[in-house]
Each structure stands twice: as structure tokens, then as C-alpha cells.
Nanobody
Framework: QVQLVESGGGSVQAGGSLRLSCAAY????????MGWFRQAPGKEREGVAT????????YYADSVKGRFTISQDNAKNTLYLQMNSLKPEDTAMYYC????????????????????WGQGTQVTVSS
């Protein structure tokens, strides 16, 4: 089992920045496909950014390209999401997710591919 714990959410004004962290715990026996998803009130959950912990390209939703950066610290088993130039429409609950397999190659995978989820961290951007 993999446990994921997010942190770093909060409230910020438009144009500001936040960095989310996702610490992975438990027995991790192989590389993981990991990513960030978000869900705004009244909307479906959507993929934001994903990457494979073994390396390779990161993928982003069009709405965040050029503003968000996903990265990892393998020594700490931690995934990050640096969010710059935040907009009110970025307001949502942000979730970290992980799964074994090569789903992180070739584009943003569906949330259905992910078996492990964090509890979420709220990001609120005011105008």
C-alpha cells in the first residue's frame, strides 16, 4: 500500500504562487506514475500534471501549461507542484495520486488509472 499526504495549499491572490507537496509512505517497490488532480465545486475532477518517478516527460493540462511545474525528490519520496501566476479559476481541491505502471507515458492519464489518492489540499485564489 502507498499512502499519500498532501500539504501546501492555502489562499492567495491572483498572480501569486503556491507549492504543493505530496509525501509518499509505505512499501514502494517500483517506479510510480504520479500526478496532481483538482476538483472545483460543481465540476468533475480533472488532471493537472503527471510524471513518472523513474524519469521521462511530464504532462500538463492545457490550462496550466507555462504556469505549473511538477517535480519530484526521490530521496524524500515527495512530489511537488509549483504553481505560479495563479488565477481564480485555479481554485479547487488538489489531490495527489499514484499508481504502478507506465500510465504516465504519452500524455495525461485518466484518473481511473490511479489506485492511491491523498486526502486533498485546498487552493483558493482570490481576484
Amino acid at each position: 500500500q502507498v499512502q499519500l499526504v498532501e500539504s501546501g495549499g492555502g489562499s492567495v491572490q491572483a498572480g501569486g504562487s503556491l507549492r504543493l507537496s505530496c509525501a509518499a509512505y509505505g512499501y514502494i517497490y517500483s517506479r510510480l506514475c504520479m500526478g496532481w488532480f483538482r476538483q472545483a465545486p460543481g465540476k468533475e475532477r480533472e488532471g493537472v500534471a503527471t510524471m513518472d518517478t523513474g524519469g521521462g516527460s511530464a504532462y500538463y493540462a492545457d490550462s496550466v501549461k507555462g504556469r505549473f511545474t511538477i517535480s519530484q525528490d526521490n530521496a524524500k519520496n515527495t512530489l511537488y507542484l509549483q504553481m505560479n501566476s495563479l488565477k481564480p479559476e485555479d481554485t479547487a481541491m488538489y489531490y495527489c495520486a499514484a499508481t504502478y505502471g507506465t500510465y504516465c507515458y504519452g500524455g495525461l492519464p485518466s484518473e481511473r488509472r490511479f489506485n492511491y489518492w491523498g486526502q486533498g489540499t485546498q487552493v483558493t485564489v482570490s481576484s
